[in-house]
């Protein structure tokens, strides 16, 4: 079921650093209004075993931030967590390096975001690199900076490539959204829309307003894929497409969550 909030950790917090259960893990939802969140959860291989590493972008209209969180020991529910507040006036803050002990062993959590480009997203786009290390390998590396973050962490690749598990998103104060995905982890990167608006009205407005309707559009590389015409708040509905010999299943819940994504994998 669709729920209001979405059960990701919040990127702004007094402290930089904590463990927790994966309970409050999963209810520090983002929840604050005018808050818009990019999740991505990774599998690789960290201190002798697989284990989910979770990158949380967060914007809100004063500043960004970062929650990057490793699974704890296997068999207990704990998240090891870092997160940074790029506040403007914060300068230090926006490169830096935590450490964790997960299992017996040092788990570093890299960044710098001096002169990253966000270009009005959530997520930014180029001069940034984040990189987790573990036994002296970059068990997971974001971001074009990648040269730099060898050299400041001073390791090599990890042997084992992290895979892509899912992605989720929180989008505000936007009618019409953009972004690039995968629905396979070795397929290619589609471009996928979605705008919400009035029919016969450039300007969105989620009520009829004399007698003008509103209606949402999603597009998977510029094909429509999901008109919904007469859209109501709080409107419910899902829908099967096949892309490239994939079946997709899309699920939408206006006025709580879109969801996009190969069972679920995408949401936005």
């Keep these: 079921m669709m729920q209001d909030s979405i059960g990701i950790p919040a990127c702004f917090s007094s402290s930089a650093e904590k463990q927790h259960s994966h309970h409050d893990h999963d209810h520090g939802a983002v929840t604050r209004s005018g808050q818009s969140v990019y999740m991505s959860v990774y599998r690789t291989k960290v201190a002798d075993h697989c284990r989910l590493i979770t990158i949380t972008w967060c914007k809100n209209l004063l500043l960004h931030g970062l929650s990057v969180s490793v699974e704890g020991p296997e068999g207990e529910e704990q998240y090891y967590t870092c997160k940074v507040e790029l506040k ?25 975001l001096k002169a990253a480009k966000f270009n009005g997203e ?10 987790v290390v573990c036994d002296e390998e970059v068990v997971l590396l974001l971001g074009d900076l990648k040269k730099e973050a060898y050299r400041r962490t001073g390791c090599r690749p990890a042997l084992i490539d992290p895979i892509l598990v899912s992605k989720k998103e929180h989008i505000f104060g936007k009618k019409k959204f ?3 995905a995968k629905f396979h982890e070795k397929g290619r990167w589609h471009e996928i829309s979605i705008e919400c608006k009035n029919k016969g009205n450039n ?3 989620v009520d009829s307003l004399n007698g003008v309707q509103p209606e949402m559009e999603i ?6 894929v999901i008109h919904v015409k007469h859209l109501q708040w709080k409107f419910r509905g899902n829908e099967s497409i096949h892309l490239s010999k994939m079946r997709v299943e899309i699920e939408i819940g206006f ?3 879109k969801q996009v994504g190969p069972n679920s994998g995408f949401g936005s």
């Design 203 to 205: 300007n969105y407005n």
């Design 122 to 131: 959530t997520e930014p786009t180029s001069e940034y690199y984040v990189a």
């Design 219 to 224: 597009r998977i590389d510029g094909h429509l």
């Design 88 to 112: 403007p006036w914060y300068f230090w803050r926006k490169q830096g390096s935590k450490r964790f002990i997960v299992d017996g062993k040092a788990v570093d959590i890299f960044w710098d």
């Design 255 to 257: 006025g709580l969550r």
């Design 178 to 180: 953009s972004t690039r």
